[in-house]
């Protein structure tokens, strides 16, 4: 089974993300990138498949040359190859042209099933997954805490509302997973020195047949105007458990006549 | 003439969901309220939609889109779009309206928002506010190009607002491809839930990873009775799995804004934030001084949990009894 991979490459989550009010895009320079933790959920489930029932895991990055940390994480888990979509053209892109190119560069080569965080941890805009199933013309069983693949089919426990659907569909197909559906391996030092050797294979927007009307700034539909701060809250009071805090509260609840 | 806005309908539970009657309010203001409602549904789906601001409703009860999800629905609405091209199409950001904006973005080759917290529509633009990374932005965005403008919008973002109103109703033939029918549906379970729920809650008690583990929910469950509320958690609680996701508070999970919310053990990280900002008076106690918890709090109390909330809780059975 040939299991493609979409991660993203984020921030690390102890940095407080900024926008520049001038390009209005969050500020990736200088700060250290890592392989998405909910794209890592999808990374470990696709290990495990393979390892299940044989096939090959090759991770899909977009993003800049500071990507690269990120993707050997990948490969260090155990991901047999990576491709990295690596261009100038592709910066700015918004969540289809994203999908666009993603989509080009999975189509190159043969796949059973594509594997998707729901949504990244950086932006949590959880577009991309069904966008690309779509332009990959494939079915999209979402919001996965649990999968299976039963000879060519693939089986969901897929997150409701009130509890869950069990759902099911044909290979090739794209799921994305949840954060509760696994807890991703951490590298052996076997793994990280494997990574070196692995391939990462780069591609360029013209390399996958995508011009300026599809991806990058200029492809974009979506466009931020205006980048701002939220109305703060008025500022509250905090106080140390001198032994009272659970009577504190309890006073402060009546005086608001909330008890 | 006005500006044609459609809002993508669904019934969670047989009912048409909260989050429909909520983008229908909004609708109906930016301009003319349609909604589109695919799948079986309670008797009063249309009465229910057109009181809540639809003038007309676009409706198939075919079991086709309940037990084949999103690609029958795309199929249907993308046709729809084609023949009457609202301005607008209005999507909760719900499980089922996730999927079909996404899906019908990339066919329609059109692009969507998500998260959108407001929206402004002039001359077939929208300008969307939309609370970017946490909601420690808030940032004004828009769509350009051809096609209609998808928006996901955020829980509780817009007021529902009931009236008086008839709808004229569109019967649409469901769509008769077996390539449609690739995902199946095999089995739906709901998980029972006991309690108010928590969207609808005035009150909630939540807990987060300083409550060490899932026997200490029953304590929040005590104090969540004696204030008439419901329990709620963070993600950490949740991918712990001392409590169930149906509990989860955050950006990947329920947006809650009750009158009173009691963070317990919850250290505020800007994914849980997300879900529960908007409360009208909050209440931490955390042991670390520094978590961001605090900066949103109205009353922060830097102290043990398992100190601070025995006594609350005997505090307020007391004052019960007097």
Request: proline residues 6%.
């Amino acid at each position: 089974m040939n299991i493609v991979v979409c991660a993203k490459i984020v921030p690390v989550s102890s940095v407080t993300i900024q926008i520049d009010p001038g390009t209005r895009r969050m500020i990736r320079k200088d700060v250290s990138q890592e392989l998405d933790p909910q794209a890592a959920k999808a990374v470990e489930e696709a290990l495990r498949l393979a390892e299940r029932h044989g096939g090959s895991v090759t991770v899909v990055v977009m993003g800049g040359e500071d990507a690269t940390v990120g993707i050997r994480s990948a490969l260090a888990m155990g991901a047999s190859a990576a491709i990295h979509l690596s261009d100038p053209a592709l910066a700015g892109s918004d969540a289809l042209g994203t999908s666009k190119a993603l989509a080009a560069a999975i189509r190159r080569a043969p796949f059973d099933l594509v594997l998707c965080a729901t949504e990244s941890s950086d932006s949590y805009a959880g577009l991309v997954p069904g966008q690309l199933a779509q332009l990959l013309g494939i079915p999209p069983l979402t919001f996965a805490t649990a999968l299976t693949v039963d000879g060519n089919t693939v089986t969901i426990k897929r997150q409701s509302e009130g509890g869950y659907d069990t759902v099911s569909a044909e290979l090739p197909a794209l799921v994305t997973v949840t954060t509760g559906i696994n807890e991703p391996r951490y590298p052996t030092l076997k793994g990280i020195m494997g990574a070196k050797k692995k391939e990462i294979r780069k591609y360029t927007a013209a390399d996958l047949g995508l011009g300026p009307g599809d991806v990058g700034a200029s492809g974009a539909r979506e466009h931020v105007l205006t980048v701002g701060r939220p109305p703060a809250r008025p500022p509250g009071k905090t106080i140390r458990d001198e032994g009272d805090g659970g009577k504190q509260i309890a006073d402060f609840l009546a005086g608001l006549k909330l008890v | 003439m006005a500006d044609l806005i459609w809002v993508y309908a669904e019934i969670v539970d047989g009912k048409i969901s909260r989050a429909t009657l909520e983008l229908l309010g909004k609708a109906a203001e930016l301009g003319t309220a349609e909604a589109v409602l695919l799948g079986p549904g309670p008797d009063d789906a249309v009465t229910t939609l057109s009181r809540h601001g639809a003038s007309k409703v676009y409706r198939s009860d075919d079991p086709v889109y309940r037990d084949h999800l999103t690609l029958p629905a795309v199929e249907t609405i993308a046709t729809l779009i084609a023949a009457h091209h609202p301005t607008v199409m209005l999507f909760a950001s719900s499980y089922g309206g996730r999927d079909v904006a996404a899906a019908l973005s990339a066919r329609l080759d059109c692009g969507a928002l998500t998260d959108v917290g407001d929206l402004a529509v002039k001359d077939g633009a929208i300008v969307a506010t939309i609370p970017a990374l946490g909601g420690s932005y808030q940032n004004t965005t828009t769509l350009t190009g051809p096609g209609p403008k998808l928006v996901l919008v955020r829980p509780k973002a817009f007021e529902i607002k009931p009236g008086a109103a008839s709808a004229t109703v569109e019967d649409v033939p469901a769509p008769r491809d077996t390539a449609l029918r690739r995902i199946r549906v095999l089995e739906r379970v709901t998980t029972e839930r006991e309690g108010p729920q928590l969207e609808d809650s005035r009150v909630i008690v939540s807990g987060g990873r300083g409550l060490k583990g899932p026997e200490r929910f029953a304590m929040l469950q005590e104090l969540a009775q004696l204030l008439g509320g419901a329990v709620g958690a963070t993600r950490a609680a949740v991918d712990a799995a001392w409590v169930p996701y149906a509990l989860q508070i955050g950006q990947t999970g329920k947006t809650v804004k009750p009158d009173l919310y009691v963070a317990c053990g919850i250290s505020g990280a800007i994914q849980h934030l997300a879900g529960m900002k908007g409360s009208k008076t909050i209440v931490a106690i955390n042991t670390d001084a520094d978590a961001p918890i605090f900066q949103v709090a109205d009353l922060g109390v830097v102290g043990d949990v398992f100190k601070v909330i025995p006594q609350l809780i005997e505090e307020l059975k007391k004052r019960k009894r007097a």
